[in-house]
């Protein structure tokens, strides 16, 4: 179970990598309104949601990304996905890079793999 533990650590950390390189390259917008605007414009290649946003606010965002056909996970929590972005206080995020959106999704899915070893 260790070597689980640390791998999801490992992942975790690399994630956080790409994440800072997505917002240092500008390649992240954040926020309910943001978001909604740009995945109308068609911008948004991954839609991030954080597990702890209200319950209400996740629906609204799964069910736009559905409408407007947007790749979506829900993941992490606000304050870890805002650390990530170097943002405070945002649960949604949208990410604007095709390149981005699948290292960043392949990264969720594989801890989101990982966690499932491990429990």
């Not at 926020?31 to 839609?47: D, P, S």
């Not at 604007?96 to 966690?115: G, Q």
Request: hydrophobic share 40%; net charge positive.
């Amino acid at each position: 179970m260790c070597s689980a533990g640390s791998s999801t650590e490992a992942a975790r950390r690399k994630l956080l990598s790409y994440m800072g390189f997505a917002a240092r390259a500008r390649k992240i917008v954040n926020g309910y309104n943001t978001c909604v605007f740009t995945m109308e414009k068609g911008k948004v290649r991954l839609l991030i949601i954080a597990e702890d946003l209200a319950e209400n606010s996740k629906k609204k965002m799964i069910a736009a990304a559905g409408r407007l056909k947007v790749e979506y996970r829900v993941f992490g929590d606000s304050e870890e996905m805002s650390h990530m972005t170097g943002t405070a206080g945002k649960g949604i995020f949208g990410i604007t890079d095709e390149n981005f959106a699948k290292v960043i999704s392949k990264e969720i899915d594989h801890i989101k793999a990982l966690e499932r070893e491990v429990f």
